[in-house]
Each structure stands twice: as C-alpha cells, then as structure tokens.
C-alpha cells in the first residue's frame, strides 16, 4: 500500500507518495526541505509564470538529490526528526514556564497592591482608634466631674442643713 502525503504552503501543493514501511516524519522532512528549494528559487513570482512542466528539467535533479539523500540518511533523518520534536517540546515548556512566571509576577503585584492597601486602611484604623479612645476619656472625665461636683453640691447641702449654714463653729444659745 502507499501513503500519499500533501503539504501547501503560498498556494503551491508539495506531494510525496510513499510506501507504508517508509516513517511519516521522514516524508515530511522530505517536503519541508522541497519546499524551502522550491521557495528559495523559484519565490517571488517566479514560478507563476512558468508554463506546463518547464521546471522538470532545472528543478527534477534537485528533487531527485533530496530522494536520494532522505534514502542515503533515513536514520540521521529520523533522529534528526525526533530532536527537533523534543526541541520544540522543551520550546513550548519553556514557553509555557515564562507565561506562568509572567502570571506569576502579575499575582504578586496584585497581592503587593492589597497588602499596600490593607497597611493604609489599619493606619488609618488606628488613627480612627486613638481618636475615639481620647474621645471617650474626655467623655468619661466629663462624667467624673459632673458626678463630683454633684456629689461636693450634695456635701455642701448637708453641710449647711447640718450646721445651719456654713459656720459649724457656733454654738447654739438657748
């Protein structure tokens, strides 16, 4: 059986039929590296205005060097492949370790504003505090004197219901 692998890129269509024993990413790499030829050359318009097969004499040997190589180097080609997958997977963790990182600054900026926030709002607690606790002494000092002035007023009256006005020295004459 045969395994038809098609690649489009800039309105072109790269095909590389192949049997089922030959790796996938092998026929892939093929193309890419066709592909890039391709583009390399003939980009730019260039191949637009080719006519029906005129470029089978220029570009069919470099086509044919490419199968020859991927033939000669299927094994390098392949380890080659799976380096440049394990590149792009350490690529997209290191990728995905900056956006967390990056989340992660914003997190503690975000908790460096409310800790800032909550250091102002118990400033401003304990200057509220201290204000209401010098307000409630002069309270309190208000009551102690109109408690002890009614308690002297209430001396003073017994005082003089006692002593029949403020002198006590005198002596009754009978």
Partial sequence: MATFIFLVHNGYAYCVVTKDSVVKNVSIAFLDQL????????????ADTATAKSLNKEFGPVIKGHMQYIIDHAEEVEKLLKVKVQVSEVKNIMLENIDKTLERGEKLNDLEAKASNLRNEAQGF??????????????????????????????????VSVCRGFDCTKQKNS
């Fill in 35 to 46: 592909k890039a030829d391709f583009t390399k050359r003939y980009g730019g318009g260039k």
């Fill in 126 to 159: 304990k200057k509220q505090g201290t204000r209401i606790r010098k307000k409630m002494w002069l309270q309190n000092m208000k009551i102690k004197l109109v408690v002890l002035a009614i308690l002297l007023f209430l001396v003073v009256i017994i005082w």
